[in-house]
C-alpha cells in the first residue's frame, strides 16, 4: 500500500504494512497448525459458554432461568433452552471435528455431529439425577451449607461438577476437543480442573475446590469428598522407546467409595485409594492406601522468635 | 406435540419432547428444592455483580468510573451508581429472602428488605475507611506495588477484600444467602474464598491470593498479611447424636494483630495465632501459636540425579 | 437538596444525601490519591481485556477470529485488529503514564506514548514465534494434549503465557501499570500470576496452573516446565535503615534451562536451579540446587484407622 | 456542592449544579405530571417493542424466529416467546394503569393487570388469522409482489397492521396508553399511523404507506386498501358550552367493503365511503360517497416553459 | 402438558398450551407459506441492516467508520468490513433463495449466491462513483447544505440512494427479495420507498424526501432533483383474463434528464416527463410533459373568515 | 498480497484486493471530502441519538429515566445524565468543527467547543419550560389525548419539538453540522423534518406529523398548530449572477400567532400567514394570508362509476 502516498507517509503511525506481512512470513514459516487454505472454523469457547449456560437453565430452570417460571411457562422455557442449546452444541462439535481432523470417527460427515448431538441430549435426564445426588453430598458435607439454593447458585463445586458431567458425555462420545473446552471453561470459572476423561461416581463434593487438579485416567466411587489444591495426578509419564510420550494411558488414582481427601494433599499414579479411608491435609501420596485407613502430615516444627 | 405430522416426523432431531418430560420428571421426583405452584425469582449472580461493580465505583469513583470524573460531577455519579446499586440490592435481598424461606427474621415482609438495605447503606462510608487502610497495607507490605491505583485496580487481594467487606455487612444483617453469593463471585474473580462470617479487621492485605480459604468463624485482628494458598479451616466437623453436622460453631482460627501467614500455610480448628507470629510457608499448624514466634517447615532432601 | 419538600420526605428510602456526603469526606480525608482537581481517566481494565483479545486474534487469526478466514481476507482481519488494538493500547498507556505520575520518563508527553506503542508493535512478530515454541512444548509435555489447537484455545498455560509476554514488552518500555494490569487480567483469567517483570525463555509451559506465583526478578531459561501451585518467590524482604522496603531487588529464584518443577513446590530466594534440575512436588527449596539433580519431599506417615 | 474547594473550582465546567437546581424548579412550579414523593415507573417504550416483537414472532415464528424452527422446536419457541411476551405485557398494563391513574377500571389492582393479560393473549390466534387475509390482500393487491415471505418480513403494511390489530385488542380492553404507544411505535417504524381505536376488516392491505393517518373512530369493513398519504380524518373538533374538546365522539369516516382509496386521499368526518367505491389520489373528500362510485381529482394545468 | 399438577394449576396464568396448539392449528390451516418440516432460515432484516451498514462504512469510511483511519490503517479498515458484509450477504442471498424457491435461477445451488456476491462485489467502486455525483447535486441543488460531511452524514436523500444504488445491483442479479428488504430498510430509516427495480442515473437528489415514492419500472434520467412526497407510480394495474394482476410490465413514469419535481406532485402511468422540465407541488400529471415545460397547480381560493 | 499463494488462491472468494485498491483509487480522485494524512473523527449519529435521548432523560426524568425516581435519587439522576451527555455533546461539537472546518468561529480552538457546550447548557431550564407549553398545546388541541404522558412518551410530534427545541440552540451557537444532525435523528425518529434554524414559538403542536417540512429561515409564533405533510418551503431558490444558489436567505413563511394548517398544506416562500388564520387540507398557497382568514380548498369532482 506504499502507492498512496497522500494516504500513507513513510509507513504510518504503527508501521501496520510491515507488522502484518511479518505475521503473514511467521504463519507461512511455523504452518503448524494448518495447511491448506480452506478456511474453517475453530470452536468457540463463548459459544460454549453459552451453551453451556443454555444447558444448566434447561437442567435447574427456577435457580438459574431469566424470568418467572411456573408450571404453566416451564416446559416452554426447558424445551426452547434446549433446542437452542444442542443446535448449538451440534455445530461446535462439528467445528471441532473440522478443525482439528481426527476426532470422531474416521470418515467423518455432519450426520455424525448430529447423531452425537442426539445422544448427548438422551442422556440429560441421568445427568440431572446424578447433579441432584451431589447438591445433596454438599448440603451434607458442609457444615456452612444453609439450603440447596446457595449451593446450586453459589458453591463452585457444584459449577464444576454440573460442567464435568457434561464435558464427560461429551468425552466418552468421542468429541474431546469440546469436551476440553468445556473442562477449561470450567477451569476458569472455578478453579476447578478435571479432565472430561475422570470418571466420577454420584454424590461428589468439592468444597472452596481452588487448585483442585484430578487428572485424565481417574476413577472415582460414590459419596467421595473432596477439598481446595487436592491433585489426583500421575506419577510419571510413561515413554515409548524413542523417548516419546505414550498418551492415553492409565497413570491416575483410583478413589474407591466413601473416601474424604482434605485440602491440599496430593496423589499420584495408579494407585488405589481404599473405600472408606481419609487423607489428611497437605499430605503426600504415592503408594495404595487401605480401606478405611488416615493418612496424616507430619507437623511443623516451632521456633521461638 | 406427536399429533402435528407435517411439522415433527418420528420425534425430531434432539427428540425434545422426550428430554423435556424426562427432566419434568426429575424435577417432581426430587422436589427437593421446591414444593408449590407460585412462581418466584431466584437471585441473579448477574446482577449481583452489577450492584457489586456499582457500589465499587461509588466508593472509588475516580478508579471505576466510566468518565472523567472532577469536583463538579462526581457526587451526581457517585448518589446515581449509589440510588441504582441500592435499589438493586434491595431487590436481590428481597428475592433471596423469599427463596430460601428462612431467611432474615421470621414472618418477613418486603418493608425488612428495604430497612435492611438503608442499614447496608449506612455502613458504605466506614467500610471506605477500612479499605484505605487495606489499600495502605498493601503498598507498605509489597515490594513490588509501586503506586496506589496499581494495587486499586490490579490486585486480586484488594478485590477480595472489597467484595468480602461488603457481604460481611450483608452478613451481619442476615442477608445470608446474599452475603454469600457475594463471597462467591469475589472467589471466582480472584481465586479467594473468605466466607461472609468471618471477621476481619483494619489493615488487611492478601498477596497474590490464588488459593486462599478463610472459613465461616475465623477472626483476624489488624495488619495481618496472608499469602496465596493460605488455608484458615476446620479441622473437625462436630456432629450431633444422630450424626448430623452442628452448623454455625466456632471452629476456625484466631489471627491476632500484626501475623503474617506465608504461602500454602495450613492453619486449623479453633487455635489462636498470637500477636506478631510469623507462620512459614506450607507448613500445617493444629495448635496454638504464642505471640511473635515464628513457624516454619521441615527442609527437604535432595537426592542427586 | 433538602429544600425540595415535595420531592424529597425526611432523607429518602437509601439517605443518599448523608452518604454521598460522608464519602466526599472520606475522599477528602484520605486524599491519599489525587490531590489536584483535574480530571485524569484511569485506565480501563475492560479497555484493556478488549486490547488483549485483538492483539491474540492478530496473532492467531484462525482459532481466535470471529468469521470463516482464508488467504483473502486474513490480512485485512490482522491489519484491522491490530489498527485498533494499538490504538486502544496507546490511549491506556497514556491514561497509565499520566494517572500515575511517574511512569515512563520524566517529562513524559502524549508523543512518548505513540513512540512506546509503536516499539511494543514492532515486537509482536518476534513473540508470535515465542508463543509457537511455548505451543509445541506443551504439546510434547502434556500426555492428554492431543492436538494444537485443544492447547491454543483451551490450556490456561498458554493464555497465560501469550498475556505474560505482551506484559513483558510493556514493562521493559517502562509502561508498569498497564504491564501490571495486563498481567492481573491473566491472574483472573487462568489462576496463574506472574509478575511482568519475569524473564521467560522459549519452550514455556505451565501445566493446569491454579495456584503458579513467579516473581517480578525471577529469571526462567529454556524449555521449562511447571505444574500448578508452583511458587518461584522472594525469601526475605530486605529493608533499608528505616525500615522501608527496598523495591526493585533481584529477590526471586533463576531457574535455568530444561528444568522440571512439579506441583506445589515452592522455591525461595535469588537462588538458582541447576540446568535439567528435576524439583518434585510440594517440596520447600531455599538454597542452590545443581544441575541435573533432583529433590523429593518426605513421604507422609499412614495411620491406620 | 460550593464547599468542596479542591474538587469544584468555581462552579465547573456545566455549571451542573445550577442546572440541575433549576430543572428541578421547573419540575416543581410545572408539577403538571405528578404530585406526590411517590416513585412509580412511567411504560417503557423499549420494554414494549420488544414485547412487540416476542409477539410477532410467535405469531410467524419462521419468519421472525431467530434460529432454525422445524415441528420439533416450535412450539417450545412460540410458547416460551409468549411466556415472555405476555408477563412483559403485564407489566407494562400495570405501569399504565398507575401512572396514569385514571386507567382500565376504577378501584384498579395489580390483578386487573393480569386478567387483561389473559384476555389479550386468548384473542392472538383469531389475531393471526385475520393477519393471513392481510398477507392474502397483499399478495393479490401488488403488482410487485412476488411471495408472502417478502410481504411478511418486508412491507411496512404487514408491520403496521400487525401492530395495529394488537393494539386494538388493547385498545377495547381499556389498556389506552399501552394500545396508544403501539400505535406510535408502528408510526416510527412505518410512517403510518393508525389510531388504535380505529375498527379495521380483514383483508386490509396498505400499500407504501408512509404519511397514511387513520382516526381514532374510523370504521373500515373487509378488503379495503389504501396507498401511501391517505388521511381518514375529523373534519372539525366539536367543543363543549365552555370551548373545550368534546373527545371520544364519532369524527371519522366510515369506509365500507371493497373500497381501494389512491395515494395522498384526504377523506375527513364522519362521512360513508360506500361499499366498493374508488377514491382517486390527492382528493379531498368530505361527504357521503355512493358505492361503486369513482372519485377523482382535477388535472393540472400545464404551462409550456 | 396437564399432567403436570403441582405445577400447573387449571391451565396457569396466560393458559400457554391452549394459545400454543391454536396457534398451531392456525399455522398449518393457512399452511400458506411452508409445507414441509425441513427447516429453512428467513433472511434476516437485522443481519441485512448489518450489512449495509458494513458496506456503507466500507464505501465512505472516514464519515461511517468507528475509529481515527488515515492512510496507514484505512485500506486494512476497508477490506475487513467488506470481506464480512460480503460473507454476510452470501448467506443472506443463500437464505432468501431457499426461502422462497423461485428466486435467483432455476436449479440454484448454494455456489449462485457465492457467484452473485462475487458480481456484487465488483460493482461496488462503481456504485461509489455514482454515490459522489450524488453527492454534489445535494450541494448544488439545497441552498441549505453547507457542505459535504452535512449531507453525507445527515441527509435521508443521500442515505435513500445510498442503499437504492445497492439493492438495484442485487435487483439486477435477480436477488429479488434481499433487494426488496434492503428497500425497506431504507423506506423505514428515510420514509423513502424506491422500488430496487427502480433505474435511476447519476446526480440524483432528494430533498426532505418523506413520502417519496418511485415505483419498479421508472426509469431517471441523470441530474434529476425530486422532493418531499413525490409519487412515481402505476396508474392501472393491468389484468389477464382471469383478473389476475399482471406482474413486472412496464408500468411508471420515464423522468428525462435534468427533470424538477417539487413537493407533492404525483406522476402516474407510463408517460415521459420531457428533460429539462419542472413539475410544480401537488400536482397531478398522468400525460406526457414536453421537454422543458413548467407544470404547476391551481391556485387555493381564499374565503374571508 | 498476491505472494501468498498458500493462503491466497487467484484473488479470493471476493477478489478483496481489487475491490479495495478500487475504492481507494476513488477517495483518491475523487478526493472531495478530505485533502491531507491526518485522521480526524466524524461526528457520530449514534453517539448524538444516545447524547439526545440523556438529554431528554434529563428534562423529563419521570418519563424517559430507566427506573424508579423519588425525590430522594431524581436530582443524581438528572445530575449524572447532564454530566454524560454534555460531555458527549462538547466532543461532538468539537468533532464538528474540526471535520468540516469552517463551523462555529475563524481560529477555532477546543475551548470554544467547551466554552459553546456550556452556553447550550445554560439554556436547557428554558427549554423545560417551552416544551411544557408544547404539551399543554398538544393535550389541549388532540381530542384522542388523554393525559400527559400519552403525549410526552407516544406523540411524534412532541419528540420533535424536543428534539427541535435543542437543535435551534445549536444552530444559534453556530455548531451547525450538530444541529442539523439533531434535526435528522428526529427527521428518522417522527418523519418530521424541521431544519434547525427554524423559529418556533411555545405551545406548538405537531399532529401525527409524518411528512411535515419547514424550512430554514421560517418564523413561527405562539400556540401555532400543524398537521401532518404541511410544508413551510421555499419557492424559488435565488442564484447570484453566475447562476450559484445564494444560500441561507429568508426564503420560508412567516407564521404568525394562533394560527391553525391542516394536513397537507403547502406554504410556499416569504409570505405571511396573518394571526389567528386558518389553513385548510391539501391547499397551496404562496401570497400572504390575511389575519383571521380561513383559506380551503376546491372540492374534488365525483364520476359516478
Not at 199 to 227: K, L, M, P, Q
Request: charge should be negative; aromatic fraction near 6%; include cysteine.
Amino acid at each position: 500500500m506504499s502507492d498512496n502516498p497522500p494516504e500513507s507517509p513513510s509507513g504510518g503511525r504503527w508501521q501496520l504494512d510491515r507488522i502484518v506481512a511479518e505475521l503473514r512470513l511467521s504463519r507461512e514459516e511455523t504452518h503448524s497448525i494448518r495447511r491448506d487454505g480452506e478456511a474453517r472454523r475453530a470452536p468457540s469457547r463463548e459459544a460454549l459458554q453459552a451453551i453451556l449456560d443454555g444447558l444448566t437453565e434447561a437442567l435447574f430452570p427456577r435457580h438459574y432461568g431469566q424470568f418467572d417460571l411456573d408450571g404453566e411457562n416451564i416446559d416452554y422455557f426447558v424445551g426452547n433452552r434446549l433446542s437452542i442449546a444442542l443446535d448449538g452444541l451440534c455445530d461446535q462439535i462439528h467445528r471441532g471435528a473440522r478443525f482439528v481432523g481426527d476426532e470422531l470417527i474416521p470418515g467423518y460427515r455432519r450426520e455424525d455431529a448430529v447423531e452425537l448431538t442426539r445422544q448427548f441430549g438422551e442422556r440429560l435426564p441421568v445427568v440431572r439425577g446424578l447433579l441432584i445426588s451431589d447438591l445433596r453430598a454438599a448440603f451434607v458435607g458442609d457444615p456452612a451449607a444453609r439450603n440447596f439454593p446457595e449451593i446450586l447458585i453459589g458453591y463452585p463445586g457444584m459449577t464444576a461438577i454440573i460442567h464435568h458431567r457434561l464435558a464427560h458425555i461429551l468425552d466418552g462420545l468421542n468429541a474431546r476437543l469440546i469436551a476440553r473446552l468445556v473442562a477449561e471453561i470450567a477451569h476458569t470459572r472455578t478453579g476447578i480442573d478435571i479432565h472430561p476423561g475422570a470418571s466420577i461416581g454420584s454424590g461428589f463434593f468439592i468444597d472452596h475446590g481452588t487448585g483442585v487438579v484430578i487428572g485424565e485416567t481417574a476413577i472415582i466411587g460414590d459419596n467421595v469428598r473432596i477439598y481446595q489444591a487436592v491433585t489426583l495426578g500421575a506419577r510419571h509419564f510413561p515413554t515409548d522407546d524413542d523417548g516419546h510420550l505414550i498418551k492415553g494411558d492409565a497413570r491416575h488414582p483410583i478413589v474407591e467409595d466413601d473416601v474424604v481427601i482434605y485440602a491440599g494433599a496430593t496423589i499420584l499414579g495408579r494407585i488405589t485409594i481404599g473405600r472408606g479411608a481419609t487423607i489428611g491435609g497437605n499430605v503426600w501420596v504415592t503408594q495404595d492406601v487401605p480401606p478405611n485407613s488416615i493418612v496424616t502430615q507430619a507437623t511443623a516444627r516451632n521456633k521461638q522468635g
